[in-house]
């Protein structure tokens, strides 16, 4: 895949990337009471797709609040407008709080890992939002808040909670993924991750498409709103509980203390075969410390970017733009042109 190079005899890189691989993972094994071995071998299709549920459940959230939140807010009795800006409050929430969340996790240097505490704080977000959001008025009851106020502010809370942290969660699984994968493997779980949200999505439909209040459990929980939320719910615990207990992270002071731990980047690789090809001097190994970027550095990284990222980043927002009206618009849509309803009355 990388060409060659001619040392005392014709080796690839794929055979210098497996001899970093092993002598690490030999190194891992001399404390096997640590776990950390497993970030130095291939993973198997199972073990990918274990690290890939926790997208499952997002892209299920995803297509739950595309089909559900709309009519909640009209249902409250909230004009177009409002509704509108209640929903960009997660997206303005992302883009001030999320490069924040970003930073911090990658300087994060808990025993349990830089990525995986985060992403169970942002889980457990998630999960509480979605048993707000469908029971504003509920909540509002109990509470004693019972104006349409009141009942919004109730229900935006939990939607900035479930669609923030969700948006946030996504980045930062992927993240994880790559980090306790080596080189050959990161492509692979891209993949499935891309297949797993594909399924994620389709259950979030299917959900929706279920009479909950035949089978006697909607009218337990509340109608078929609250049953979708609830089989959403159940469907992002378990990929977060499964993700979250996949694999363990190497932390970050160990990876500052034994260079020996740290993963195998492309940089690496390619000094390796510099060093092997004698093309002068490469930064040794040992002397590698991993770049933390801070949020400067990030906003930084963000207004300097290659021509070629700025047109990548220009396509994802236009698609975005799409996507969100597509997510305000279609749901009240057919009820009011296909089936001629008012979609701002509460039943």
């Excluded at 992403?119 to 349409?148: D, F, H, K, R, Y």
Aim: hydrophobic share 45%; aromatic share 8%; with cysteine.
């Amino acid at each position: 895949m990388y060409g060659t190079y001619q040392q005392q005899e014709r080796l690839t890189e794929d055979d210098i990337l497996q001899g970093m691989l092993e002598s690490r993972q030999r190194f891992a094994k001399l404390d096997n009471s640590r776990g950390y071995q497993h970030s130095f071998r291939k993973k198997s299709k199972w073990e990918l797709v274990r690290l890939s549920l926790l997208i499952v459940g997002i892209e299920c959230t995803y297509a739950t609040e595309t089909a559900l939140v709309a009519p909640i807010l009209l249902g409250i009795g909230l004009p177009h407008t409002v509704m509108t800006m209640i929903w960009a409050t997660p997206s303005l929430a992302g883009l001030l709080f999320a490069p924040v969340i970003a930073s911090v996790s990658d300087r994060l240097r808990s025993r349990w890992g830089r990525r995986r505490p985060v992403l169970l704080a942002l889980g457990c977000t998630i999960l509480t939002g979605m048993l707000v959001l469908p029971n504003g008025p509920a909540i509002g009851e109990l509470v004693g808040l019972t104006s349409v106020g009141w009942v919004a502010t109730i229900t935006t809370v939990g939607l900035i909670m479930s669609d923030f942290s969700a948006e946030t969660s996504n980045g930062l699984c992927r993240t994880y993924a790559m980090e306790v994968c080596t080189i050959r493997d990161q492509a692979r779980v891209l993949s499935i991750m891309v297949l797993t949200g594909g399924i994620g999505a389709t259950m979030g439909a299917l959900f929706g498409a279920i009479n909950w209040n035949r089978l006697g459990i909607g009218r337990l929980l509340g109608g078929n709103g609250p049953s979708v939320f609830a089989a959403n719910w159940i469907v992002l615990f378990v990929g977060l509980l499964v993700t979250l207990t996949s694999f363990s992270e190497i932390p970050l002071p160990v990876q500052e203390s034994e260079p020996m731990l740290r993963p195998v980047t492309q940089k690496m690789l390619l000094d390796e075969v510099k060093r092997a090809q004698g093309e002068g001097r490469v930064q040794d190994e040992k002397e590698e410390v991993q770049e933390v970027v801070g949020f400067r550095q990030f906003v930084h990284n963000v207004l300097h970017m290659p021509r070629s990222m700025k047109v990548l980043c220009l396509t994802q927002l236009l698609s975005h733009m799409s996507y969100l009206t597509y997510c305000l618009y279609y749901t009240d849509f057919v009820g009011a042109t296909v089936y001629e309803g008012d979609v701002r009355v509460s039943r």
